[in-house]
């Protein structure tokens, strides 16, 4: 059979239980099979895009390299795949129904009165189609029952209608609870969503059965038997140490056959994935203030992990405010690193700037990345150059030292979404420089997404550094039309960078800014 094949990844019962990891660790194994596989990922929300959604509810905001600002399971996408995403690999439902207005407006529907169906089905089907790859892997976010998802699932259900038979195989991703009490699985859950899925005329092929155990086959055999599947199409996938386990994972299960057989396309039974193993014995601290959720600082997180490093903690900037410097001393004096992440609003950014006072009078290995650059620079401006009050007029408008300063293209912008330097952006390293001798390149292109900027003006010392070190042993490390990245050479690391070296980490390819890091931090004081 010729044409695309389309993989459907639906999810049931209660959301955050994977289908991002599980649809990238499908689509990473049927990559090494040979086959191009493409992704698009949708959410139901009516945003246009993720770029103004508070982390603490929905988990960060990754960017792609054209700088799209996108739900994070693209992230997932890129580091398992290896390859980098766009904004034609995302859908929300505010761009299905945006793109429908806009049609009619201009007259394209011919004057037939615009409807859910087909309208927006048509539209959202186009967005599938126009995918590129020989095998078309599908997530919809949300889960089943959800009134703002309906509108997808009917496109889906069409889809399958309209394209050849065995070309689409729909895969449910729901979660099996095991009660302690009665030491049993409770399946009732899954057979309730999979009913959801009936009513809209959907049948799974395959049920991806997430549990905090590992599923019996009595549950198996249940589940099977109530969704109307052959019990080897039933998967179970229990919590695993590691979420770079679960492609090999569904290898072992045989769900490559399986997608095979069904879809038309024949499996080589290959498969070369290098886990990523987290051997180093290093305690990480992210000194952050979105604690709502892990996913508030997911890349941040997977690019340590990948640089071999485990799990960081987070450590609350909020709280760091309220403490002496001798208590803020002891909390911090655990880790042996420090990360100062990104983030907007003046909540719990004295509490980031004492955590990097610390990081640099201790000399802990410290990495600022976007806001951390900037707070390490207002850190410095106050406690070493003397320049009493410094700060960001983000925080402080009338600050009497704007050592950080909104863009001048920024000044004019009322509205808020889609307005910053977004995206890859090549920026030349100065010669002589640790950053330097980390890329080993004059020139690099990294991803972008922030307002404000140092302010050279406000800052002298930075500038010119170079030319009485005397005055000032920070130094400025990367430019390009702004300061891209800063440090402090005679530190054992002391990295600040404007960009976002996180969105670009990839299994196999770590950050080299993190995997050195991770070196540093590992070769205790």
């Not at 976010?141 to 209608?161: Q, S």
């Not at 080897?232 to 045989?254: T, W």
Request: glycine share 10%.
């Amino acid at each position: 059979m010729n044409g695309k094949r389309f993989i459907i990844i639906t999810g049931g019962v209660i959301s955050g239980i994977g289908k991002g990891t599980t649809a990238a660790s499908i689509g990473r194994m049927l990559k090494e099979q040979g086959l191009r596989v493409g992704v698009l990922k949708i959410d139901p929300y009516l945003n246009i895009d993720a770029g103004t959604m508070n982390p603490d509810q929905h988990g960060e905001v990754f960017v792609t390299e054209d700088g799209y600002e996108a739900d994070l399971d693209l992230g997932h996408y890129e580091r398992f795949l290896g390859e980098n995403m766009s904004a034609r690999n995302n859908l929300t439902a505010g761009q299905a129904y945006f793109s429908v207005i806009e049609n009619e407006r201009k007259g394209k529907y011919l004057g037939s009165t615009v409807q859910i169906i087909p309208h927006l089905t048509e539209e959202i089907k186009n967005r599938i189609m126009n995918i590129n790859g020989d095998v078309i892997i599908v997530e919809i976010g949300g889960t089943v029952g959800d009134i703002e998802g309906e509108v997808f699932l009917e496109a889906i259900r069409e889809l399958k209608l309209e394209l050849p038979r065995n070309s689409v195989f729909f895969i449910h991703l729901t979660f099996v609870p095991y009660l302690e009490v009665t030491s049993e699985f409770k399946t009732k859950p899954t057979q309730q969503s999979v009913q959801l899925l009936r009513r809209i005329g959907i049948q799974p092929d395959m049920i991806i059965a997430r549990s905090h155990r590992k599923l019996d086959e009595n549950a198996k055999n249940k589940i099977a038997l109530f969704s109307g599947i052959r019990p080897a199409y039933v998967i179970g996938i229990e919590d695993l140490p590691s979420i770079y386990q679960i492609p090999e994972r569904l290898f072992l299960e045989g769900v490559h056959f399986k997608i095979g057989g069904y879809i038309g396309l024949d499996m080589k039974n290959e498969f070369n994935w290098d886990t990523p193993k987290n051997d180093k014995n290093v305690s990480i601290a992210l000194v952050g203030k979105y604690t709502g959720t892990d996913d508030a600082y997911k890349s941040v997180m997977e690019s340590l992990v990948l640089a071999g490093a485990p799990k960081p903690e987070i450590v609350d900037s909020v709280t760091l405010e309220r403490y002496s410097d001798e208590e803020v001393d002891a909390i911090l004096a655990k880790y042996d690193g420090l990360i100062i992440p990104g983030g907007f609003g003046s909540r719990g950014i004295e509490g980031k700037i004492r955590a990097i006072k610390y990081a640099r009078e201790k000399d802990v290995p410290l990495l600022g990345l976007c806001l951390g650059m900037q707070l390490m620079v207002v850190e410095y401006a106050r406690n070493v150059l003397g320049l009493e009050d410094a700060n960001s007029t983000e925080f402080a408008k009338d600050t009497p030292h704007p050592v950080i300063d909104k863009m001048e293209e920024q000044k004019r912008i009322l509205k808020m979404g889609g307005t910053m330097r977004l995206g890859s952006q090549k920026a030349k390293l100065i010669k002589g420089t640790v950053i330097h001798e980390i890329y080993g390149r004059d020139e690099i292109s990294e991803r972008h997404r922030h307002r404000y900027e140092i302010n050279l003006d406000a800052i002298p010392q930075l500038k010119d550094a170079d030319s009485d070190p005397e005055l000032s042993n920070m130094r400025i490390s990367a430019t390009s039309q702004f300061v891209e990245a800063v440090e402090i050479s005679d530190k054992r690391f002391f990295i600040g960078v404007q960009y976002h070296p996180e969105y670009k980490s990839k299994v196999g390819a770590p950050h080299p800014l993190f995997k050195r890091f991770v070196e540093v931090c590992t070769e205790k004081s």
